[in-house]
T-cell receptor
Framework: SQTIHQWPATLVQPVGSPLSLECTVEGTSNPNLYWYRQAAGRGLQLLFYSVGIGQISSEVPQNLSASRPQDRQFILSSKKLLLSDSGFYLC??????????FGQGTRLTVV | GEDVEQSLFLSVREGDSSVINCTYTDSSSTYLYWYKQEPGAGLQLLTYIFSNMDMKQDQRLTVLLNKKDKHLSLRIADTQTGDSAIYFCAESPRGSSASKIIFGSGTRLSIRP
């Protein structure tokens, strides 16, 4: 069966520090991978999606970047965090047009 | 463009039915979804419906799709306290090189005794 792992679960980082959130998927190959952000009291915003290794599409301009160094690994990064980067980050995968499966999320607080 | 809209809040009495509504813009969407998010957790798929269907029922959940009006609804019968959560409507539009799943802002369902 397929599983998705996302870590860390919570993170407190100072403004200006770097960020690296990692997401891995098991039990499937060539998944579509997604990073979403959920700001407090707001809905889900698609940040990045990827259809293959090294292929990243960005949905909104921002302080973040994403990379896919391996087929089932998706990384969300920042060189210098801003206060506005605080939120709940969710990684997800899907196989084409079917449902998306989500990780448990990372709550990032930038202080 | 792609957009999914839903109301932000819904309050119902325990035992009553809850109806959460959603409108979407992309008529080419193949799948339409309802996800549930409990506090501090990721999203879990509740149910989905193919775009060529009008209705889908799964135990206490009923999904209605009106393609003409691009309107999707989720009805929860006999709402319980455990149904308190944020419910997200989502669509999977065609026409792009990847399957992007677009979510609404979520409807926070609260249950009153």
């Amino acid at each position: 069966s397929q599983t998705i792992h996302q870590w860390p679960a919570t993170l407190v980082q100072p403004v200006g520090s770097p960020l690296s959130l990692e997401c891995t998927v098991e039990g499937t190959s060539n998944p579509n991978l997604y990073w979403y952000r959920q700001a407090a009291g707001r809905g889900l915003q698609l940040l990045f999606y990827s259809v293959g290794i090294g292929q990243i599409s960005s949905e909104v301009p921002q302080n973040l970047s994403a990379s896919r160094p391996q087929d089932r690994q998706f990384i969300l990064s920042s060189k210098k965090l801003l206060l506005s980067d605080s939120g709940f980050y969710l990684c997800a995968w899907s196989a084409g047009d079917t449902e998306a499966f989500f990780g448990q999320g990372t709550r990032l607080t930038v202080v | 463009g792609e957009d999914v809209e839903q109301s932000l809040f819904l309050s119902v009495r325990e035992g009553d039915s809850s109806v959460i509504n959603c409108t979407y813009t992309d008529s080419s969407s193949t799948y339409l979804y309802w996800y549930k998010q409990e506090p501090g957790a990721g999203l879990q798929l509740l149910t989905y419906i193919f775009s060529n269907m009008d209705m889908k029922q799964d135990q206490r959940l009923t999904v209605l799709l009106n393609k003409k009006d691009k309107h999707l609804s989720l009805r929860i019968a006999d709402t319980q306290t455990g149904d308190s959560a944020i419910y997200f409507c989502a669509e999977s539009p065609r026409g792009s090189s990847a399957s992007k799943i677009i979510f609404g802002s979520g409807t926070r369902l609260s249950i009153r005794p």
